[in-house]
């Protein structure tokens, strides 16, 4: 794994995040109506942006009935939708030696 994602981590869990696993991390989208789209709008990347530089994985997350991006201007705004903007700034996933970024 790479200094700066251990670095990254270390910062997470400094900072009062929680980690999760990747399976844990995709019974809470479950549970939310949500789910990890493995569609190439999820993929592997090298962070160099920020003060840390380390390895990441961008993940795509879609509403798993209509299929359409968290994020799409269509999609619902209810409390599931607030969870999951909680998961997203609360918890992390480090999974192959690379940060999730959702």
Known sequence: MHNGTKEEIQRCL???ME???K???EQ?????GY???PTPMSFDYFNSGNETKYEARSVHISNKETGRSF???D???DADFDKLQ?????CFVVHCGRFWEF
Not at 28 to 32: H, N, P, S, T, V
Not at 86 to 90: A, F, G, I, M, Q
Request: glycine fraction near 8%; hydrophobic fraction near 30%; aromatic fraction near 4%.
């Open 75 to 77: 999609e619902k705004r």
């Open 35 to 37: 789910k990890i789209d």
């Open 86 to 90: 909680k998961l997203r700034s609360n």
């Open 19 to 21: 980690q999760l696993s």
């Open 23 to 25: 399976e844990e991390l």
């Open 71 to 73: 994020c799409n201007v």
């Open 14 to 16: 400094d900072g009062g």
């Open 28 to 32: 809470e989208l479950f549970d939310l």
